[in-house]
T-cell receptor, first 112, second 116 residues
């Protein structure tokens, strides 16, 4: 069964700093990859997804992620974070027809 | 579209009581998922349905948990009897079977359950 590892439990950044959140998955076959965001007190919302084609995926709010197949990674990046990016970020993988498997999440705190 | 609708938003109950959580998926979606979110374990898949049929309930923690989907527009997750360790946020999500890889899931707002 596939699994997802998110390396950072809690990241604290100042506004305008660059962000990179790590995500690694374990599965040898074809996968679909997702990043979800959960703002405080809200439900999960899709940030971006990869299913084929260009491994550099652009999502909403200036986020992007790069799929590196050889490293089984799908790291999330943003060049300059804002206070409003404070949230929890979940990486998820889907292999074949199985349901999404989520990582444990990374909490991002952006301070002024 | 109103999205995935869950009720209640918050539930506080005493240990031993029965709890029923409800979910209305997006119209036209034929896959429905129940997840539980806790600080310790993150998001765990409890059970999912395709076309109203339970496909995999291996994530249901104990026999105290049961889920039903009597029709395409409604699902329940029941805990009987409830215990304090069941306290968590329970999310329902839906998707179309064919669109899962392309579009992921749409999540409801969750039910925050507190068992005292």
């Amino acid at each position: 069964a596939q699994s997802v590892s998110q390396h950072n439990h809690h990241v604290i950044l100042s506004e305008a700093a660059s962000l990179e959140l790590g995500c690694n998955y374990s599965y040898g076959g074809t996968v679909n990859l997702f990043w979800y965001v959960q703002y405080p007190g809200q439900h999960l919302q899709l940030l971006l997804k990869y299913f084929s084609g260009d491994p550099l995926v652009k999502g909403i709010k200036g986020f992007e992620a790069e799929f590196i197949k050889s490293k089984f990674s799908f790291n999330l990046r943003k060049p300059s974070v804002q206070w409003s990016d404070t949230a929890e970020y979940f990486c998820a993988v889907r292999a074949g027809n199985t349901p999404l498997v989520f990582g444990k999440g990374t909490r991002l705190s952006v301070i002024a | 579209d109103a999205g995935v609708i869950q009720s209640p938003r918050h539930e506080v109950t005493e240990m031993g009581q029965e709890v029923t959580l409800r979910c209305k998926p997006i119209s036209g979606h034929n896959s429905l998922f129940w997840y539980r979110q806790t600080m310790m374990r993150g998001l765990e898949l409890l059970i999912y349905f395709n076309n109203n049929v339970p496909i995999d309930d291996s994530g249901m923690p104990e026999d105290r948990f049961s889920a039903k989907m009597p029709n395409a527009s409604f699902s329940t997750l029941k805990i009987q009897p409830s215990e304090p360790r069941d306290s968590a946020v329970y999310f329902c999500a839906s998707s179309s079977i064919r669109g899962q890889g392309n579009y992921g899931y749409t999540f409801g707002s969750g039910t925050r359950l507190t068992v005292v």
